[in-house]
């Protein structure tokens, strides 16, 4: 049982890119090691308090029983869980990790936390069967409730505004109200990435999701690195070797990565 919903709020949506829920009986022959893909957004994972996980990433581990929040990802992180799941997430949009826990820029990557206090009642919205339109509408309430009241500072704003222009024209960042030196230092504390490397993870990000979308016969790897950006398809299979320590053509075989943190992977 999956699914992924945005919210209905306007006032969440700016924080919030998506909720999502999967249920996995224990019975279930699905991947029991998946892989969360390099992305830019950080999740609040909520789960039942005696769930237990495993994240592994080259040689670092970390173990987290119940809820947690998963950093943005600038590599691959592996995963191993109880055979029986039950998650509720939360997908935040890039720079809210920093602005609900306030951490340094360099614990905002490729890092497992405990969800910030005043967030630790979302908790209670965890359930084995849960509705999606009710769930989603106690997720709007709790959000809404909190956000309202929520100091926005100054980096925050400078980052959304850097964001708009990142999505159609790097080039139209020097019509922002900032210096580059406030973008920059902006980004890189709201974040925990410098603009380039951001750009990097979410071209990749996007590419990963492209080729898993795709059966075999109609993948051109040529036509997909220049689709996305790539300087050619050597460099295409270079970039996506680092994060995932397999080739793309690996990759598409092995189909053992997660989107959107659990949803489309594990959805029928």
């Keep these: 049982m999956a699914w992924i919903h945005p919210p209905g709020s306007s006032l969440v ?13 224990q019975s279930s022959d699905r991947c029991q090691a998946p892989k969360l893909i390099p992305n830019t957004s950080a999740n609040l994972v909520l789960t039942p308090p005696l769930q237990q996980h495993l994240y592994f990433s080259g040689t670092k581990h970390y173990s987290q ?29 890039p720079g809210v990790h920093w602005l609900i826990s306030q951490c340094e820029s360099q614990e905002l990557l490729n890092s497992i936390r405990e969800v910030p206090g005043p967030l630790t009642s979302l908790n209670d919205l965890v359930g084995e069967t849960l509705n999606e339109a ?22 925050f704003g ?7 222009i990142l999505t159609t024209d790097s080039g139209l960042l020097a019509d922002l109200p900032y210096s580059r030196r406030t973008i920059e230092r902006s980004f890189a504390k709201t974040t925990g990435m410098r603009i380039k490397q951001f750009s990097a993870c979410r071209k990749l990000e996007d590419l990963l999701i492209g080729i898993l979308a795709l059966s075999p016969d109609d993948l051109s790897w040529p036509t997909l690195a220049q689709e996305f950006g790539y300087s050619d398809q050597s460099h295409m299979i270079r970039e996506v070797k680092k994060a995932l320590g397999k080739t793309p053509e690996q990759q598409m075989r092995a189909k053992d990565v997660v989107i959107d943190v659990y949803g489309d992977e594990f959805s029928d």
């Design 134 to 155: 009710q769930t989603c509408h106690q997720l709007d309430i709790a959000l809404e409730a909190y956000f309202c009241q929520l100091a926005i500072p100054k980096a």
């Design 158 to 164: 400078v980052l959304e505004r850097t964001l708009s």
């Design 65 to 93: 029983q119940g809820s947690h929040l998963v950093s943005s990802l600038t590599q691959a992180l592996e995963m191993k869980h109880d055979s029986e799941l039950v998650f509720l997430g939360i997908k935040l949009r």
């Design 13 to 25: 949506s700016r924080f919030v890119e998506n909720y999502w829920f999967l249920a996995r009986p």
